[in-house]
């Protein structure tokens, strides 16, 4: 199957600065891309949707300038935690979908952690 | 909108035993119907998919069935492993919504040797 790798897997920062999450698809191009959020023993919640040469669709609730999406090319989106604070500690998951494929593949989910 | 229902769990049972996972969904389109697991600390990976009615997906002695009918497509397995230990999430994804997928709340299942 297809391939999406996210980085980092771990991250520890300090309140008030800023984290960048990379999500790529390693063996196809992803037009969409996928950021969720998942908090312990819960299901996953959709952030927003990440098109490829186009602003971010954030969902309801999701703050667009605290949560910064670029989607610069085919293979890689960013997520950005601008000023991080202890309560977007949380683990976040992105995914892309191989066009034609009706499935979603998932990176390794990225574990931040705001102190 | 959309919705997946999943059975509540967490769900323990002895090496062997025989799995049943219920999910049932409510959609304005024609989903495709997925599982997902997911192991401690680690992404979600495709366990199997249905794309139509009647359609069964099959993987690593997992089966599920697209029952139009009954709008559901429960995961089934007939001898589970200490292995299969992780959650299991239901999930739909209708062409017209902007390719979203919409997740079941997750079911924690626990093999015991």
């Known amino acids: 199957g297809a391939v999406v790798s996210q980085h980092p897997s771990r991250v520890i920062c300090k309140s008030g600065t800023s984290v960048k999450i990379e999500c790529r698809s390693l063996d196809f191009q992803a037009t969409t891309m996928f950021w969720y959020r998942q908090f312990p023993k819960q299901s996953l919640m959709l952030m927003a949707t990440s098109n490829e040469g186009s602003k971010a669709t954030y969902e309801q609730g999701v703050e667009k300038d605290k949560f910064l999406i670029n989607h610069a090319s085919l293979t890689l989106s960013t997520l950005t935690v601008t000023s991080a604070h202890p309560e977007d500690s949380s683990f976040y998951i992105c995914s892309a979908r191989d066009r034609g494929l009706p499935e979603a593949f998932f990176g390794q989910g990225t574990r931040l952690t705001v102190v | 909108g959309d919705s997946v229902t999943q059975m509540e769990g967490p769900v323990t049972l002895s090496e062997e035993a025989f799995l049943t996972i219920n999910c049932t969904y409510t959609?304005?389109?024609?989903?495709?119907l997925f599982w997902y697991v997911q192991y401690p600390g680690e992404g979600l990976q495709l366990l199997l998919k249905?794309?139509?009615?009647?359609d069964k997906g099959s993987n690593k002695g997992f089966e599920a069935t697209y029952r139009k009918e009954t709008t559901s497509f429960h995961l089934e397995k007939g001898s589970v492993q200490v292995s299969d230990s992780a959650v299991y999430f239901c999930a739909l994804r209708v062409n017209t919504n902007a390719g979203k997928s919409t997740f079941g709340d997750g079911t924690t299942l626990t093999v015991k040797p």
């Open positions: 249905a794309t139509k009615a009647d």
């Open positions: 959609a304005t389109g024609y989903p495709s």
